[in-house]
């Protein structure tokens, strides 16, 4: 059913409604909903700050995107077990290769719902986005427990929208492992209102739903997995966010205001020409500018005095480095205050650090990753575990055997889930043995993705030839006995080589 519906944000009706309607209370704190719709709107590059002067930089979507990129990096996750496992493995794959959407879902909002179900020999599973589901109560172990899922259609009846909106709610109650699932639809020609009760047979999107309300019994958690961590990634950053869009304003402006231009008094810019009016007189038309250049001149009454020029220069030299050191300084302090290392969104080459504070920084990064990778891994379990239950109920429908005896496998990719320092050592120890290729040395540590064409030789890629000058410093460095030794003493040292 949900294939056809088009995904409802919350931003139509307010949490309120959903209280009355269905007569329970949201335990999503007041602040927490506030930070949320913020972190949201910085993400979407439509923050309280941003407008046609204050344009968004897209900072907050890109440590997002950077960061969803270090943790699914190499990544693989499978069910392995009887007949039973390997159809759950089969449509937990399929929800598998959307993980880089689900982790920048996460670091942007915070917190999503997986919610799996069955259709026909499936079983989908949904990632549901905050504003979409209504959490009501929760466990002991802060477990989600009780929820509304919202979802909402729009139709065009003789030129008018209607709204048709679909609350799921799931309750299960612990100590008797009872579970209820419960389907209600309503009908408004209002955006902002929920409406008025309809039944679901009124919406052909939802008559498959054959049952308004059942139950199972004997089920061992609920059948939704929340998947939470305590803020947006960006969330420490979000004045330095600001900062940053303003100067990237102020360089705009730069560029606009600097622009070359000719003022020119209107004597120049028209000249007597052919034609004649109605009364037989000569009229002035335009000079005929070279062609781009007539962006150039701007013509004006200029009341010239004698001997005053009548072309008048405007445009300076533009400030791009005061606006660019500014703009990456802001950067720097959003990675600062985001927990991730200097150069993951600001210009790696500005990074003035000696090469272990450079790891050090890279080991920042590593640590959130691995934080989220945690995270994701746990939620991922729940989902498989879930989806295992939904495969023992309807195991008839999906032509599989009842019962299964699965085991999970995980891989997050070696830059991130094996001892950092002890890898890092045996790596550079193979490359120093020509076990390894420098090149492949460096994807590895700075969670490139490389490719190899059919001879066995690296394909060209930019970000990490943007990156091999720094790191064969680097190397020089680490084998250097020079005690202090900075990454600016080895480039003068290159240099003055190259001038022998």
């Known amino acids: 059913m949900w294939h056809n519906i088009k995904e409802w944000f919350g931003k139509m009706l307010g949490i309120s409604q959903i209280e009355e309607t269905v007569n329970k209370t949201v335990v999503l704190d007041k602040q927490l909903q506030n930070d949320i719709k913020l972190w949201l709107s910085v993400f979407d590059g439509k923050a309280p700050w941003n407008d046609e002067f204050v344009p968004s930089l897209g900072l907050a979507r890109s440590i997002c995107?950077?960061?969803?990129?270090?943790?699914?990096?190499?990544?693989?996750?499978?069910?392995?077990?009887n007949e039973h496992d390997g159809f759950l493995n089969d449509q937990y794959q399929k929800k598998y290769k959307d993980l880089y959407k689900d982790v920048v879902t996460l670091l942007s909002a915070s917190r999503f719902v997986y919610k799996p179900y069955v259709r026909g020999t499936r079983i989908i599973s949904k990632t549901v986005k905050v504003g979409c589901y209504f959490p009501f109560a929760r466990n002991d172990n802060d477990e989600l427990i009780s929820v509304a899922f919202a979802s909402r259609i729009v139709k065009q009846l003789n030129k008018k929208p209607f709204y048709y909106t679909l609350l799921e709610r799931h309750d299960w109650e612990e100590s008797t492992q009872i579970y209820k699932v419960s389907y209600t639809g309503y009908r408004s020609e209002d955006e902002n209102e929920l409406g008025r009760k309809i039944p679901l047979s009124d919406v052909a999107e939802w008559q498959n739903i054959k049952i308004d309300a059942f139950e199972f019994k004997k089920i061992r958690r609920p059948l939704f997995v929340e998947v939470a961590i305590d803020e947006a990634i960006f969330a420490g950053a979000i004045e330095q966010l600001k900062q940053a869009d303003i100067k990237y304003g102020y360089a705009n402006w730069e560029y606009e205001a600097e622009q070359k231009a000719v003022f020119a008094d209107y004597s120049v810019m028209y000249k007597t020409g052919t034609k004649k009016d109605k009364d037989g007189n000569f009229v002035k038309e335009t000079v005929v500018l070279p062609k781009g250049k007539d962006r150039l001149f701007v013509g004006m009454n200029m009341r010239l005095a004698e001997g005053q020029n009548p072309l008048v220069k405007h445009g300076g030299d533009i400030r791009f480095e005061a606006f660019y050191e500014g703009l990456n300084q802001e950067k720097r302090l959003v990675e600062l205050n985001s927990g991730i290392s200097y150069g993951t969104i600001s210009d790696p080459d500005k990074v003035e650090k000696r090469v272990e504070e450079v790891r050090a920084g890279q080991r920042k990064t590593v640590a959130v990753v691995r934080h989220i990778q945690n995270v994701i891994q746990e939620a991922h379990e729940k989902l498989i575990e879930v989806m295992d239950i939904y495969a023992t109920i309807y195991h008839e429908q999906l032509g599989i055997p009842q019962v299964g005896n699965y085991t999970t496998s995980f891989i997050w990719g070696d830059s991130v889930s094996e001892d950092f320092a002890a890898e890092y050592e045996r790596r550079q120890e193979m490359v120093k043995n020509g076990q390894m290729k420098f090149e492949v040395f460096v994807a590895w540590y700075h969670g490139i993705r490389i490719t190899f064409d059919e001879q066995g030789n690296i394909e060209d890629?930019?970000?990490?030839?943007?990156?091999?000058?720094?790191?064969?410093?680097?190397?020089?460095?680490?084998?250097?006995?020079?005690?202090?030794?900075?990454?600016?003493?080895?480039?003068?040292e290159s240099d003055e080589e190259g001038e022998n």
């Open 65 to 81: 995107k950077e960061i969803a990129r270090f943790v699914t990096f190499e990544s693989e996750a499978s069910i392995a077990g």
């Open 461 to 492: 890629n930019a970000e990490l030839n943007r990156i091999l000058p720094l790191a064969k410093i680097e190397q020089q460095v680490t084998e250097s006995p020079k005690e202090e030794t900075s990454v600016e003493e080895i480039v003068g």
